[in-house]
């Protein structure tokens, strides 16, 4: 539902604010609610998971999030959302030699 | 997860992955559709999550290719809940009977009072209760409701002139006027006797006063039998006159009786039908079915039930119905004018005093008309004729 919602909301903004079709290239949409929450949509798998911290396969590179008590809260197959106290966001790109 | 009742309701179980390659793991698991949500780590080679029940049946399957040990740790959710419930059925039964003996006393008689009533009238009254089975630790249901209960104790014991009836909760309180009320004492304020019919005098019994008239005078209503005022003259004293003057009277009386009647009667065939009757919806538990009886009456006995002192919407109704019948009544002339007869004795005593007596009776017509037989009687009756009437003052004076 919120993935479909999303992604209405892209469509949406794309054609209104004549932005590029970024839509189309898998691009990972990340909500955050302050420092306790972040929601990630569009990610293609786990990778990492501690308390600490929390990697995620993205289509481009991978998500690195860093932190303290992480707590996944929902786990779907494109969607996660991550609780807990977050210190970091980082993408990593592959050519700049991200684990994989 | 966006509601937890859901999950709740189908039930769900926290489960322990141990392994390598657990992140692996849940990426498979979440690819097949395997809800999963809380996932916390718990050291290097552990974590934990919770699912839905129905999931984790399937999950040993997933965790064989990864090589992961899982075990679960807590199990919560309805169907959990009715596993123990049921281990525990114990409680449930005791719940039940807990209830249905509390249905059960809330509907029995614990009480019967009585106030205004003297003990032997009160004696009197619980005698035929019992009778009735109005005692304490009967059912209520076996009862008979409070009107039958008052119309019964009002027939039935002559002493009552009134009974209030009334069922509060488990006890029935009764309230009681008597007949005999403490008889007020007799005015003794000086008075005459007078007569109050026609009538000739055939006896007389005087206990105070001065008698004024003799056996065989014929009185008017009104006229002064007992004087109260007795002495010499000049030295009179006033008392009040007492006695009985009886005389002989007349009255005429008037009957007409069909000599073919027809009248309904029951035939004394009932049928009983129960009902447990919620709300407005009567759903029959005993007697089925519609009567047989052509002509009928039903008497319908309700009783609610009670949970401590709230009454429910629910309630026991008995049906008691009667089979009624026509029947046709044929006199011939000469039991029909007897019948007459007696029914017009009866009817000139009732108003009477106890004490007349009826002397002599004597047709004076007898027709038979449109089939009915027409009566006009003549009846001497001896009564006591004498009534007080206070002296006045003014006359004295």
């Given at each position: 539902m919120a993935k479909k919602w999303g992604q209405q909301i892209r469509n949406w903004m794309a054609k209104k604010m004549d932005l590029p079709q970024d839509v189309a290239m898998d691009l990972p949409r990340i909500t955050m609610i302050g420092q306790i929450h972040i929601y990630i949509e569009n990610h293609k798998g786990l990778l990492t998971f501690t308390?600490k911290e929390l990697r995620l396969l993205l289509k481009q590179g991978q998500l690195l999030i860093k932190g303290k008590s992480f707590v996944i809260k929902t786990i779907l197959p494109e969607e996660i959302l991550l609780e807990g106290k977050i210190d970091q966001v980082v993408y990593i790109n592959e050519n700049q030699g991200g684990a994989k | 997860m966006k509601n937890g009742?859901i ?16 992140e692996r793991?849940l990426n498979i698991l979440t690819r097949n559709g395997l809800l999963i949500w809380n996932v ?358």
């Amino acid at each position: 539902m919120a993935k479909k919602w999303g992604q209405q909301i892209r469509n949406w903004m794309a054609k209104k604010m004549d932005l590029p079709q970024d839509v189309a290239m898998d691009l990972p949409r990340i909500t955050m609610i302050g420092q306790i929450h972040i929601y990630i949509e569009n990610h293609k798998g786990l990778l990492t998971f501690t308390d600490k911290e929390l990697r995620l396969l993205l289509k481009q590179g991978q998500l690195l999030i860093k932190g303290k008590s992480f707590v996944i809260k929902t786990i779907l197959p494109e969607e996660i959302l991550l609780e807990g106290k977050i210190d970091q966001v980082v993408y990593i790109n592959e050519n700049q030699g991200g684990a994989k | 997860m966006k509601n937890g009742w859901i999950e709740f309701l189908f039930g769900k179980v926290t489960v322990k992955v141990s392994g390598r390659g657990i992140e692996r793991f849940l990426n498979i698991l979440t690819r097949n559709g395997l809800l999963i949500w809380n996932v916390r780590r718990h050291g290097t080679e552990t974590i934990t999550f919770k699912m839905r029940l129905k999931d984790a049946l399937i999950i040993r399957k997933f965790a064989r290719k990864s090589g992961c040990r899982i075990a679960f740790l807590q199990r919560s959710g309805v169907p959990f809940l009715v596993k123990r419930l049921l281990k525990n059925s114990g409680f449930l039964i005791g719940i039940g009977v807990f209830f249905m003996l509390f249905l059960f006393l809330s509907n029995v008689i614990w009480g019967i009072e009585i106030k205004g009533a003297k003990p032997a009238t009160e004696h009197k009254i619980r005698q035929e209760l019992d009778k009735m089975g109005v005692k304490i630790g009967k059912l209520q249901f076996f009862v008979d409701n409070v009107e039958a209960i008052q119309r019964k104790l009002t027939n039935n014991i002559g002493a009552l002139t009134w009974v209030g009836v009334e069922l509060k909760g488990t006890t029935y309180h009764f309230q009681v006027v008597e007949k005999n009320e403490p008889k007020k004492p007799e005015t003794l304020s000086p008075r005459n006797l007078i007569a109050k019919k026609k009538a000739i005098i055939v006896g007389m019994y005087v206990e105070n006063g001065q008698q004024v008239v003799n056996i065989h005078d014929h009185v008017e209503p009104g006229q002064l039998l007992v004087s109260g005022e007795i002495g010499m003259e000049g030295k009179t004293q006033q008392v009040a006159a007492k006695g009985e003057i009886w005389g002989e009277t007349w009255y005429k009386s008037h009957v007409e009786l069909p000599l073919n009647s027809s009248f309904k009667v029951f035939n004394g065939n009932i049928e009983e039908k129960h009902y447990l009757k919620i709300g407005n919806l009567e759903i029959p538990f005993w007697g089925f079915g519609k009567s047989k009886f052509k002509e009928y009456e039903t008497e319908t006995n309700e009783h609610q039930i009670q949970f401590l002192k709230w009454s429910l919407p629910i309630s026991i109704e008995n049906k008691t119905i009667r089979e009624r019948e026509e029947i046709t009544r044929n006199y011939d002339e000469l039991q029909a004018e007897q019948i007459a007869l007696e029914m017009a004795k009866k009817q000139i005593k009732k108003h009477l005093d106890e004490e007349a007596k009826i002397k002599d009776e004597k047709i004076l017509q007898r027709t038979i008309k449109d089939g009915k037989v027409i009566l006009d009687i003549h009846f001497k009756i001896y009564e006591n004729i004498a009534i007080g009437k206070p002296i006045s003052k003014e006359i004295h004076e």
